[in-house]
């Protein structure tokens, strides 16, 4: 199954963006090991708006994530933001699993 992770990103500053991806790819590496395919939109969407010279806040952000969203056959919710609630809400709007914890991911 190809699993979006969602969490915060967001923060006050660039060190804690960076843990909250480093939280994410943990995740991520954890949805690997189960024998699935993660997906995290903050990694699909920095690059792209790094190349632009785009601040990480910028609305393309967003549209990547939700986009990519849409194409997963679930979620992973690590923890409650703005933005995951948004990518969970694309897919349980879709009729797809949004799982809370790793232990309740399906087998592969």
Known sequence: MLIMVAGPFSAPDA????????????????VARAGHIPVIGVNA???VLEAAGF????????????????????????????GAEREAAVLAGLGRPVWRRIEDL???
């Open 15 to 30: 060190a804690g963006r960076a843990a909250n991806l480093a939280r994410m790819n943990d995740a991520a590496v954890a």
């Open 55 to 82: 601040p990480p806040n910028h609305a393309w952000m967003m549209e990547i994530s939700l986009a990519l969203a849409a194409r997963c056959d679930g979620c992973l919710l690590i923890a409650s933001s703005p």
């Open 45 to 47: 969407a920095l690059p």
């Open 106 to 108: 399906p087998p592969a």
